[in-house]
């Protein structure tokens, strides 16, 4: 399995150390554009469907901070993986998942109520650990998509706020898909103001701005992200294979 997935990636062409370049370079203009110092913005790596030993060849390269959508593809991984990397987990989180997210990752980006926030903290306690969060906003209300609504992230931030085991860093979404990343950029920009109303509320700064991915994340830098999510720009495209095993890593 591992072996069909890595001749499917190299297969299509794709080359990890030119696709870095090029981001990096990307990530490099468009920060100039904002007149805003490159060192402001992280790039994680999109790993999820990728297997370890694309991770490895891309932690080779000096990426240290890696994205994952489900728990338990990621229990798999992470331990085939450098323990340097740090883990941060992007996909919609269930409850019954909040004690392994816990152990298996450094942020979880997608904080979408209370009870999932009370149920990490509660996990986070078990474990002794602070665990740092980002609370996700879904802009457009897509349906197809989890995430706050602005007005309710608004109403329960000084409640997640209070929960002694977690620490909000601050704001992530995915907008509404579009071929055009023009058309991100107002979800981007709403983005950062009501970054700046949480902060205002809580009266404490909130360091991260998670938004921006292959199709857009130049448009989300010049709006002021601190974290850009990319997944096939670096690795080429997803193959979209049956639900996988853990065994498969093995
Ligand atoms: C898959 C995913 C990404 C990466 O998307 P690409 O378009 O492949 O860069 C970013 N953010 C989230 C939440 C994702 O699920």
Not at 35 to 57: F, M, N, Q, Y
Not at 217 to 242: C, D, M, S
């Amino acid at each position: 399995m591992i072996c069909d997935l890595r001749f499917a990636i190299y297969d299509a062409g794709v080359s990890l150390p030119d696709n870095l370049n090029s981001i990096q370079q990307r990530i490099s203009a468009a920060c100039d554009r904002a007149g805003r110092d490159a060192k402001t913005v992280t790039l994680l790596a999109v790993s999820k469907t990728h297997p370890p030993e694309t991770i490895r060849t891309a932690a080779g390269l000096g990426l240290l901070v890696f994205g994952e959508n489900k728990v338990q593809e990621a229990k798999a991984k992470i331990p085939l993986c450098p323990g340097k990397l740090r883990w941060h987990f992007i996909g919609h989180l269930q409850s019954n998942k909040c004690r392994d997210a816990v152990h298996c990752f450094q942020m979880i980006q997608s904080v979408d109520s209370l009870a999932l926030a009370q149920e990490i903290n509660k996990r986070a306690a078990d474990a002794a650990k602070t665990m740092p969060v980002l609370l996700e906003v879904n802009l457009a209300g897509e349906a197809s998509k989890f995430g706050y609504t602005p007005e309710r992230m608004l109403a329960e931030l000084k409640e997640i706020n209070a929960l002694p085991r977690l620490e909000i860093h601050g704001l992530m979404t995915v907008p509404p898909w579009s071929a055009e990343a023009e058309k991100s950029r107002p979800h981007f920009r709403r983005l950062r103001e009501l970054k700046a109303a949480a902060e205002q509320a809580l009266g404490a700064p909130l360091p991260e701005l998670s938004m921006g991915m292959s199709g857009d994340f130049e448009v989300a830098i010049e709006e002021g992200a601190t974290l850009v999510r990319i997944g096939t720009a670096l690795f080429g495209p997803r193959v979209k294979a049956k639900p996988r095993a853990e065994d498969d890593y093995f």
